[in-house]
């Protein structure tokens, strides 16, 4: 419990105490009726996770690069989403999955869409959505407690998808989009109430923790708006309805008054853009398009007001939260790939938060209804600014820690295996403070494969805990150069057209952004700290990526090596190497030609999945005695249909057929189908193709599951095979300690 400091750092010690005294694991409680599954089958994570014991040291904060506890140790967090109807399940189940998430190695839950429809701000027969639902809250409430129990933290959000009443004194509330977006960010009184619903949100003592979540050291991270502002929905910001739209035109007239006090001081800034009867002393200069080209100037000095818009915005909640006491950091999400959106968020806000998909469903209508399409690509052969190291990279402003809040690949795409590595290593490359899955399903759809649903999803969940240890530990060394993109404002404020592709030199070394308040064009590189002031982007596109020689990043290149050559991305290949002292991993598209890197040689008939090698005793696998050795592949459902589309479709494939449980891994018995040669030079075989195995070696001990009954696993003459039953996983207790890059944040002095 995280209110009794002492007796709960006890009870921490004495978990460490009874599983080393005794050796042999207990056996984890019976759970009729709950299909969850630790990720590892042989090796249980929650003792690490309590073991951090990370409450003792107080509160997070955001200082020196990074989140960081009261005695200046670096916080990393490594989570899971679970949204709103997956939230409202009994106590039985909340114990099964929390026991479920620790042992997996997760370290927080973000807890998503606690004002939707069903859930905190809905009571039958109480119109409006001014009051919190005490049911539902009592069940969030234990929730907390249950991961108080385990050493797990929680991020909460506020405005997410409420559907503002005209009993809550809404105006015109029937024609507002869900959250009011963007309306909730300029309308005085849409935004009281949000600090409202968040003065009973997080000042309402828990019964079970006898803790309100402002004083509560659990709660990590707090996010006021969920995938809000201008700039998402252009069409909507396009299109305000009354009487929001003349308020706003008022607004933004008075702010060209502010800035160029007259008709004609605007007229010669912005030339032709502005029309013959526009006057902002008489109130009526249009505001720019965003969903269609406007001219420059307009939509430039547009662009600047919206964004100023939102950062008062941000000011107002967060002193408003600040106010009710919360300590831990805060953020919005907005625009992931808006660079003048999330400069704004990073200009009043502790950190920056945004989401990442693989192959997102698209849809042939209304969003969320009816079949959804897919193109099943193998994300590994994307090298384009869209693919995962650049896409979240560009969220780094001015040295704000940066949290992946949201990151999947999609069922049901076939290439999902690949995705635990390469979040896990990217995200230690570009250092990244957190990074959480989405998501974690409950209730009836617990069984079975569902998009955005990874609970019984062996190609990502069956690694999610070796993802944990890669992370947490620091694995892959974050390197100390720093490629520095400086945004000129002409170039910040240009509109939706803010992208810019050398922020695929994240495949390589580690990226940030900063405002130059009109110094430097776009591109202008500053790294620190090798000290190259004058390097321009495409001398490091042809250093920073090679394939045998090197290769610029102009779409000729294939191969993308990290600047501490530990990571390789073989986009022609569609695979993903990462190679550490500690982590070897193979990934993506396999071959039964061997592929090789340093420790590790991978053949195998499976054409699609992962191979991942790790210590578990915290030493180099070299010298390590405890070490894990796992393999995924694919899975579906039971009747499930991927077809294809037709022309005209949004995507290449529908998803015809979402099938059942249970699910199938489609694994075959096959001599000698995965030989694997090891760093000690020792050949692993094991006589199957798909389907899911690990292999532990602890000590003299070998231990082998494979959800293959009958598959062989043949290593050191020993021959070893799996009846497909769980056994009772043994304990991981290495100490966490931290890396050199711990201590040696990213904290560059910004222009």
């Known amino acids: 419990m995280f209110a009794r400091l002492p007796s709960a750092r006890a009870l921490c010690g004495l978990l460490l105490l009874t599983g080393l005294a005794h050796g042999a694991p207990p056996k984890l409680p019976a759970r009729p009726g709950f299909p969850y599954t630790n990720s590892t089958k042989l090796i249980d994570f929650s003792s690490w996770i309590k073991e951090q014991c990370h409450y003792k040291k107080g509160f997070v904060t955001a200082t020196g690069g990074g989140f960081r506890w009261s005695d200046g140790t670096r916080a990393r967090f490594w989570g899971v989403n679970i949204a709103n109807r997956n939230l409202w399940i009994e106590h039985a189940e909340i114990d099964a999955v929390v026991d479920t998430l620790a042992a997996s190695g997760v370290n927080l839950v973000r807890f998503e869409a606690l004002d939707s429809k069903g859930a905190l701000l809905e009571i039958a027969g109480v119109p409006g959505t001014r009051k919190i639902n005490s049911t539902r809250l009592?069940?969030?409430?234990?929730?907390?407690?249950?991961?108080?129990?385990?050493?797990?933290?929680?991020?909460?959000?506020?405005?997410?998808?409420?559907?503002?009443?005209?009993?809550?004194?809404?105006?015109?509330?029937?024609?507002?989009?869900?959250?009011?977006?963007?309306?909730?960010?300029?309308?005085?009184?849409?935004?009281?109430?949000?600090?409202?619903?968040?003065?009973?949100?997080?000042?309402?003592?828990?019964?079970?923790?006898?803790?309100?979540?402002?004083?509560?050291?659990?709660?990590?991270?707090?996010?006021?708006?969920?995938?809000?502002?201008?700039?998402?929905?252009p069409k909507t910001t396009d299109n305000l309805v009354e009487p929001y739209r003349t308020r706003f035109q008022q607004r933004w007239n008075a702010w060209l008054v502010e800035r160029y006090r007259t008709r004609a001081d605007l007229a010669r800034a912005w030339g032709s853009a502005l029309a013959a009867e526009e006057s902002p002393e008489a109130g009526n200069v249009r505001l720019p398009q965003l969903g269609k080209p406007d001219p420059a100037a307009r939509q430039r000095d547009g662009v600047e007001f919206l964004c100023e818009v939102e950062r008062n915005y941000f000011v107002k909640m967060r002193e408003s939260l600040r106010g009710l006491g919360l300590k831990v950091p805060i953020t919005a999400v907005v625009s992931s790939d808006i660079p003048a959106e999330l400069q704004a968020v990073a200009s009043e806000l502790d950190y920056v938060s945004e989401n990442h998909y693989a192959d997102h469903p698209a849809f042939g209508g209304q969003e969320w209804q009816g079949k959804f399409f897919y193109n099943n690509k193998n994300a590994l052969r994307d090298d384009s600014r869209f693919a995962l190291p650049p896409f979240t990279a560009q969220l780094r402003w001015e040295a704000k820690p940066v949290v992946i809040r949201e990151w999947a690949s999609v069922w049901p795409n076939q290439f999902r295996a690949s995705s635990i590595p390469e979040a896990a290593a990217y995200g230690r490359l570009q250092d990244y403070d957190a990074m959480i899955l989405f998501g974690y399903k409950t209730g009836g759809v617990r069984d079975r494969l569902v998009e955005f649903g990874y609970q019984v999803d062996p190609p990502v969940w069956d690694l999610f805990a070796l993802g944990s240890l890669l992370f947490l530990r620091g694995d892959v060394q974050t390197p100390s150069q720093i490629a520095l993109l400086e945004y000129a404002d002409e170039k910040l404020f240009r509109g939706l057209a803010g992208d810019t592709d050398l922020v695929r030199l994240a495949f390589s070394l580690r990226l940030a952004s900063s405002r130059t308040q009109g110094k430097a064009p776009v591109g202008d590189l500053t790294v620190f700290p090798v000290g190259q002031p004058n390097a321009r982007a495409s001398d490091w596109l042809k250093q920073l990526t090679t394939e045998g020689g090197q290769k610029a990043l102009d779409g000729s290149g294939t191969a993308y090596t990290s600047i501490n050559g530990q990571i390789q991305r073989d986009s022609g290949r569609g695979r993903l190497l990462v190679q550490t002292p500690k982590t070897l991993c193979v990934a993506g598209e396999l071959s039964a030609v061997p592929i090789q890197i340093a420790g590790l040689t991978v053949s195998t008939q499976t054409p699609i999945g992962a191979v991942m090698a790790q210590s578990l005793d915290g030493k180099e696998l070299t010298r390590s005695q405890r070490w894990i050795v796992k393999m995924v592949s694919v899975a579906e459902n039971k009747g499930q249909k991927l077809i294809p589309a037709g022309a005209n479709a949004p995507a290449a494939l529908i998803l015809d057929q979402p099938g059942t449980a249970p699910v199938s891994t489609k694994g075959v018995l096959a001599p000698g189908s995965t030989s694997l040669t090891l760093w000690n030079n020792e050949v692993m075989t094991v006589d199957q193709s798909n389907g899911t195995w690990e292999v532990v070696l602890s000590g003299n001990k070998l231990h082998f599951w494979s959800d293959l009954p009958g598959s062989t696993l043949h290593y050191q003459g020993r021959t070893l095979s799996s009846q497909g039953e769980l056994p009772a996983p043994m304990p991981f207790l290495p100490t966490f300690t931290s890396s050199a890059s711990e201590t040696n944040p990213f904290a560059p002095t910004f222009p």
Not at 157 to 179: T, Y
């Open 138 to 233: 009592d069940i969030l409430h234990y929730w907390i407690h249950k991961l108080h129990q385990k050493g797990i933290y929680y991020y909460l959000d506020l405005i997410d998808f409420r559907e503002f009443q005209p009993e809550d004194g809404v105006e015109n509330a029937k024609n507002l989009p869900r959250a009011a977006r963007p309306y909730a960010m300029f309308d005085p009184k849409l935004i009281e109430l949000q600090q409202e619903y968040a003065r009973q949100l997080l000042t309402t003592v828990n019964p079970y923790t006898q803790l309100s979540p402002v004083h509560d050291p659990a709660l990590v991270l707090m996010e006021i708006c969920n995938e809000s502002g201008f700039f998402l929905y």
